[in-house]
């Protein structure tokens, strides 16, 4: 089943902090996220596998709430280069180190 | 490290001809890579699991036949669509995960597919 993401669209200024949640009817395995700009491949970010987890690569950080079965991804002091459109890919455990099931996207765009 | 390739990037066809999509992991071994098709603005809807040595793992409602899938080696795999159609344009992306890592997926560049 595929994880529910929100919210679908956000805009922000330069600067602004904004949160983008990712949310599964199943237990979780792993949650990855991904950064895809138009016309282009998903770009890798991160990956929890961890109930717990926080990690962070500059300014953009993400948790795994997995009693809760959902992740967060958190864009702080945004810039320009942000923008784009964040998927989130969940893996169960019937399927660990196999295929992930991606969310609908968050479409993110930063202005100046 | 973790490069993933796709040829070509882009390719325009003519119905009922078929295209094939070649997908390598540069300087990682993948014993499992995917493919997934994307229409505009909607998210990554995977067709199949492409395992090396053995046949593909297709997704519920596509179909084999139309889209053949060969995983010849570690670093290669190709996606073939048969007898194309229009409704057949997409943007196909394939992913390998590195075996090496903590399953992180790479994503190639992607090849936009049109059928004329």
């Known amino acids: 089943q595929q994880p529910v993401q929100s919210p679908q669209a956000v805009i922000l200024r330069e600067g602004e902090d904004a949160v983008i949640n990712c949310s599964s009817s199943?237990?979780?395995?792993?949650v990855h996220w991904y950064r895809q700009k138009h016309g282009e491949a998903p770009v890798f970010l991160m990956i929890l596998l961890k109930g717990g987890e926080q990690k962070g690569h500059d300014k953009i950080s993400a948790s795994f709430n997995e009693k809760k079965q959902q992740s967060s991804l958190y864009l702080t002091a945004s810039q320009l280069s942000y923008s784009g459109t964040y998927f989130c890919g969940t893996e169960g455990w019937e399927a660990a180190g196999n295929k992930l099931t991606f969310g609908g996207g968050t479409r993110v765009l930063v202005k100046p | 490290g973790a490069v993933v390739s796709q040829h070509p990037s882009w390719v325009i066809c003519k119905s009922g001809t078929s295209v094939k999509i070649e997908c390598r992991s540069l300087?990682?071994?993948?014993?499992?890579m995917f493919w997934y098709r994307q229409f505009p603005k909607q998210s990554l809807m995977l067709m199949a699991t492409?395992?090396?040595?053995?046949?593909?793992?297709?997704e519920q409602g596509v179909e084999k036949d139309k889209f053949l899938i060969n995983h010849a080696s570690l670093t290669l795999s190709t996606l073939t669509v048969t007898s194309a159609h229009p409704e057949d344009s997409s943007f196909y992306i394939c992913s390998a995960r590195d075996q090496g890592g903590v399953y992180e997926q790479y994503f190639g560049p992607g090849t936009r597919l049109t059928v004329t």
């Open positions: 300087d990682f071994q993948a014993t499992t």
């Open positions: 492409s395992n090396e040595g053995s046949k593909a793992t297709y």
């Open positions: 199943k237990a979780l395995y792993s």
